[in-house]
C-alpha cells in the first residue's frame, strides 16, 4: 500500500548521519577483497549537473554499495577534471581567474552530488589544478622526457586559428574541423612538445583482447591505431651527372627513396614513384630538379591543403614530375619517373609510395590523367571471379586504350604474378617475402596513430617542467623542485602569435640551466587537458602521498580498476590513459598492465523532447529540481529503470512519478508484515524473495540495472498479496538499499536496527528456492507447433510426455500416427516425430 514520506527530512538526515559516523571511509583491508569502482571524473561546467551527468554516477554508486554489502573493501572516489580549455574559455568569458572559477564550481558539483546520497569517501577527492596533484603529472613528463618519448617536434601540426593554439588529431572532428570551437584547423609548423605514443601502438593493440570492453570501443581503439603490416623498399635515385656539374648541391649519387608499401608482392608493377610534396628529399635535390619554379608552387598549394581533402578519393590526383631526376625499380631494373602529389600524405609510413598504377586505385587515377606506362603483374588465381565483370585488361590493352579506361575497376587483390620476372606464375602472397628479400626491403608496419601533441599555448594547464639552454639544450626541472607552479599572469587570454600568456612574464621564464647554470629559458607551454586525467586514477589509491605518486602496497592493493564507467572518448583519454599507465608500468610504478580491467559504457538521457540537454535549448533540467520535488532516492530508482544502462534514452517525468510511487509502496510494505510465527509465511513470498536476490544480485554485477529494479517491483507485487515474514521484509529493505539508501536506512532503523543498512551483509539466497518453479515449453509433432505444456524446469522426458495428457489438442494430434521417436531438449521443446 502507498504510504508518502517526506523525502526531504528523510535524505537531509541520513546523508548527515553517515557522514557524522564516515561509514564510507575507505581504508586498505589487506583481510578483504578490494573493488575499485571509478567514474569517469567530470569537468566542473560552471552549468553544474543536469541531470543526464549522474546516470553513471549512480550505476557506480549502485555498484559500489552492493559489492561492500557482499564483503568487498571498496574504493570508489570522485574528483575534478578542471584543466584545459572549456575552464580557460569559462574564465576569459565571465572575467574570473579560472582558479576561482573552478573553486566555485567544484563546491556546485560537489553540492549536487552529496544530495543524491553517493557514497563517494571524500577524503579521497584530486582535483588535476591541485599543485600537489600536478606536481605528479609534471613528474610523469619528466620520466618521458628522460626515455626519449617526450621530445620537441618543428613538424607542422594543427593549429586552430579559433581557440589559438596547437591541437592533437585525437582533439578534431571527423571533418577536420576543432572539436571546441568548430573553426577550420590550419597546418602550421611549430616547435611542439610530442609523446612518441607509437612506440607503445603494438602492446596497446594486443592487450585490447585481454580486457573486458564492449567490442565497439576495442574495435575504435584498433582503427585508431590503424597498423598495416607491410614492408619497406629502397629505390635508388638517379639523375645524369653531366648535368649536375660542379653544384653546390646537398644531393648525393646513391641516395635512396625509402617507400613503404603493403603489396611488395606488385614490386614489378611500380611503374613510377612519388613524394608527398613535404618529403625533405625534394628540397634537397632542388638543384637537379630542372623544373624547380613548378615545384615550387605545388609545394606551397599542397601546404595550404586540409589533410581530409588530401585524403578525398573522389578528388583529382594532382602532381608534378620531378623533371631531371628518375629511380631505379630495385625488381625491375626499369628506370621510373619521380612525382610529387599531394595524396601522398607525409606523416604516414615514410612519406612516400611506390606506385603501381594496375593494382592500386588512386595511382591507376594518377597514372591516367599523367600517361604513366601502367603494367599488370597480378591476375586472378580463380579466372572466375572476375567473369561476372569485365574480363581483365591486359598489358597491351591497358597501354593502348589508356585514354578510355577511365573510370574502370582495377584487380586490387593477390593472385597468380604476371610480369615479375622469375615469380612468374607464383602465387603472389606466398612470394610476398621473397620479393622482399630479393631487393634488400624490411618487413615493418607503420600506424595511422601519430606522435601526441602535447603542447598548448594557453595558460591554464600544468606547465611543462623543461628549461631551454643554450648549451645543453632542453633540460628537465629537477624533481626536488616539482611542482613548478603555473605562475600568476595580468593576462590568461591567448597571446595571439602562437606564444602562451607564459612567455609574458619575463621573472619567470629567465632562469638558470639545471645543468650547466648558465641563463635558461622556461618552456611557456602547458600541458593538453588530457594530461592529468591519463593517470589520475592512481591518485585516488593514495592521494596524499608526498613522497611517491602512488605508494607500492596502496597500488598493489587496488589496482586495476574493477569497473571503469563513462560514456564517452572511445579513443582519446582511454588511449592517452593505457598509454601512460603501459610506460608507468615500464618504469615499475604500476604492477599491472592495462588501467582499467572492465568498461561498462552507458548511454545518455536526452531532453523529454529528444535532443541533447542544453542551455542552447533551454531544455535542461536540474537535479536539484527533482531531487526537491521527488527525492533523491525516487531520481536514483528512475535513473536506472529507464532502460538498458547502454541505450540512451529521452527523460519522461511520468517516469519519474511511477519510480517515486513505487517508493511509496516500498514505505507501506511493513502493514504487510505478518506478526507472529514465521512459518506461516506463504511459499510463494518465500520463493520470490529468494529469486529476486538471485536476480538483482545477478543484474547488479551485469550492470542490469533496470531489470534489477522490475525484479524488486514484481516482488513487491507478491509480498504486497502474499504477506512477509519480518526477516523477508529486512531482506527486501536490503536488496533495495544500494539503488534508494535513505529510504531504505529510514525504514531498516525504524525496523529496529542500530547500524546503518550500507554496512549490512547483502542477502544470500538458496538455489533450490531460487529457481523457476515451472516453465512453459512447446509441443511440436513432426515439427509442427501442436501446444504448449507447463513443467518443472528439470522435468524428466516421462514427465513431459506425461504432461501431454492433460492437453486435449495435443492428445488429438498424436492419435493421428504412431510416435517412433521423441526429442526432449529440457525447458526448451518436446518434439514427437511419427509415422
Ligand atoms: C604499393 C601498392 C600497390 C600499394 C597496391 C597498395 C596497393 P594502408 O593499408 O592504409 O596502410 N601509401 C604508403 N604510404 C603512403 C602515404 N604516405 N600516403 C599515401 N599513401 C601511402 O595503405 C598502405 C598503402 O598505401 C601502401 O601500399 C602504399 O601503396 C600507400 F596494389 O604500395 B601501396
Ligand atoms: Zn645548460
Redesign the pocket.
Known sequence: MHRRFDHQAIESKWQQDWAEKAIYKTIENPDKPKCFVLDMFPYPSGEGLHVGHPKGYIATDIYSRFKRMTGHEVLHPMGWDAFGLPAENYAIKNKVHPRVAVEENVTKFKQQLKKLGMDYDWGREINTTDPEFYKWTQWIFIQLFKKGLAKESFEPINWCPGCQTGLANEDLESDGTCERCGSVVEQRPMRQWVLNIRAYADRMLADLDTLDWPEHIKEAQRNWI?R?E?AEIDFKLNWPTSDVGQLESDAVAGDVIT?????PD?LY??TYMVL?PEHELVTKHRDVISNWAAVETYITDTKNKKEMDRLDDTKEKTGVLLEGITATNPASGEEIPVYIAD??????????????P???Q??FEFAMKHKITITNVVSPLNPAITTDDEPMPTIQDLKEFQDTLDGKKIY?LSGDLRNSGEFNGEDSELVYSEIVAKVGGRMTS?Y?LRDWVFSRQRYWGEPIPIVHCGTCGPVAVPEDQLPLMLPEVENYEPAGDGQSPLATIDQWVNTTCPSCGEAGKRETNTMPQWAGSSWYYLRYMDPKNDQALVSKENEQYWAPVDVYVGGDHAVRHLIYARFWHKFLYDEGIVSTLEPFQRLEFLGFILASDGRKMSKRWGNVINPDDIVELVGADALRIYEMFMGPFENTIAWSQDGLVGARRFLERVNGLNEHVISGDVDEESPETVRQLHKTIKKVGEDIEGFKFNTAVSALMIFINVAEKEGLSDDTYAAFLRLLAPFAPHLCEELWRTHGKTDSIHLADFPTYESDLAKDTAVTIGVQINGKMRGEITIAPDASEAEAVTATNDNPQIQTKLGEGTTVKIIYVPGRILNFIQK
Open positions: 590503424g598495416s607491410g617507400v613503404f608499401t603493403t603489396r606488385t608493377g611500380a608527398a595524396y601522398v600524405l607525409a606523416g604516414y609510413g615514410t612519406g612516400a609510395i611506390m606506385a603501381v594496375a593494382h592500386d588512386r595511382d586490387t607503420t595511422k
